[in-house]
């Protein structure tokens, strides 16, 4: 039986450490300020940006919010968003995704500035991940290496199989393990003999969003298995890309869906709101 790694205690963990150091930056008269920017009113958004707003409150980071209405056109929200590069007193900047289909998401999100990019989703941030320089780190994927680093194993030499290929967690989440000295494999929808490639993995990370389609036959024994999928089962019930009552019974650790790796996205992100604030200072 595999040993679960708690997202919830480790997320819990990493807010308590930057507690302390945002009530030292504090002293020094530095309030990290991180800008919430909600559009619409889904409702799956409407609580990832209250559970956002909470963990600023918990680190004792400032937050603004911005919930503007669903109709809000293009140029309504760059204004915000310039105004918000413009604005010094604010370290970080937050658009909660996805926008409404009116709005051109890709061109909000690359106008953040590289500074204030607390979400580490600009071509900068990414570019900087790939070449080892100073930059935000995605949160999903930071959060990732925080799990597996924090559960006392390491990446260097392993194979690393990371399932998924998108911009904001595939990609960078294989750059992330490569970084660690990992052996890093991007299995993805075109892969062929996907179970050949994934019984490789003794870090197999798990990013596609479809409902447990990570069974225990794709798995090596005594794996490490992080599943960073949030789907709805046949039940309507919440459930990761991998089969969790499955796979527990072969893996060595695994990261369960709810409590493992989406706690640690929010953790993440007050991470590169104190470290945003940092930086400024350092300039
Ligand atoms: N600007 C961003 N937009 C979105 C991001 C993001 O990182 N930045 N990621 C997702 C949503 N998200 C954060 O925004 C997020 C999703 C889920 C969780 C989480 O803790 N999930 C819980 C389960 C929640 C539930 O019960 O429904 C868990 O896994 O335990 C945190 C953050 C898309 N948009
Ligand atoms: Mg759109």
């Known amino acids: 039986m595999a040993v679960l790694i708690d997202g919830k205690v480790i997320s819990t963990k990493i807010k308590e450490e930057l507690k302390q150091e945002v009530t030292e930056m504090k002293a020094q008269g530095i ?4 800008a919430v ?47 918000l590069n413009e604005d010094e007193n604010v370290d970080g900047i937050l ?8 709005i051109d998401e890709e061109k909000i999100t690359t106008m953040i500035s590289p500074k204030k990019d607390v979400d580490g989703f600009l071509a900068d941030s990414i570019g900087a991940l790939c070449l080892g320089t100073e ?5 999903t994927p930071a959060g990732v290496i925080e799990l597996i680093r924090r559960s006392g194993y390491s990446i260097e030499g392993k194979e690393c199989v990371v399932v998924g290929r998108s911009n904001h967690v595939g990609k960078p989440m294989a750059l992330l393990l490569l ?14 003999n996907l179970g050949e490639i994934t019984r490789r993995a003794d870090i197999l990370v798990a990013a596609v969003g479809k409902a ?27 459930c990761g890309d991998v089969d969790f009552e499955q796979v527990k019974e072969k893996a060595e650790a695994i990261t369960p869906v709810p409590g493992g790796v989406g706690p640690m996205t929010i953790a993440m992100l007050m991470n590169n709101c104190v470290e945003a604030a940092r930086k400024k200072r350092r300039e």
């Open 31 to 34: 309030t990290p300020c991180l």
């Open 135 to 139: 930059g935000f780190r995605s949160c």
């Open 179 to 192: 970084q660690e000295n990992g052996t890093v494999t991007i299995a993805h929808s075109r892969t062929k």
């Open 212 to 238: 447990k389609i990570i069974k225990a036959c794709d798995v090596k024994e005594g794996a490490i298995v992080i599943d960073v999928g949030m789907n709805r089962d046949e039940n309507g019930k919440l």
């Open 95 to 102: 658009v909660q995704l996805p926008l409404p289909g009116q």
């Open 37 to 83: 920017i909600l559009v619409g009113d889904d409702s799956a958004s409407a609580i990832y940006v209250r559970n956002k707003k909470r963990a600023c409150e918990y680190v004792g980071i400032e937050s603004r919010s911005y919930e503007l209405p669903e109709d809000t056109t293009q140029e309504e929200l760059e204004k915000l968003v310039t105004s």
